[in-house]
């Protein structure tokens, strides 16, 4: 599922609630992402795994099964060294 919104409505937020739920790792683009999402995190007063960059991420670990990627188009603009004119997916969209 894609949580989608304008900037500042929550979708983070929303990230670290079932980060700390499931224990999953929040992947972020920068390390000032990742540094702003454990503040946030601290202030929300959740225990969440330590956020990481995409150069941090183990692509191929057996320990890590599923993550959470905060603002992906970021993400996935900073994987392929472009950026984004348009995307797809297929995935289910639930607006903030």
């Known amino acids: 599922m894609i949580i989608g919104g304008r900037r500042g409505c929550g979708k983070t937020t929303e990230l670290i609630h079932i980060a700390s739920e499931k224990d999953l ?3 972020c683009a920068s390390y000032q992402r990742v540094k702003h999402v ?5 202030k929300l007063e959740l225990k969440i795994k330590y956020p990481i960059t995409i150069e941090e ?6 320990f ?3 993550v959470l990627v905060d603002d992906m188009e970021d993400v996935l603009c ?7 004119y348009k995307a797809s997916t297929s995935m289910e969209i639930q607006e903030m």
């Not at 991420?57 to 057996?62: K, M």
């Not at 900073?78 to 984004?84: A, D, N, R, Y």
Request: no cysteine.
């Open 38 to 42: 454990a503040k946030l995190a601290d």
């Open 57 to 62: 991420l183990p692509l191929r670990s057996s």
């Open 64 to 66: 890590i099964k599923e």
């Open 25 to 27: 790792y929040i992947v």
């Open 78 to 84: 900073s994987l392929i060294g472009k950026p984004i």
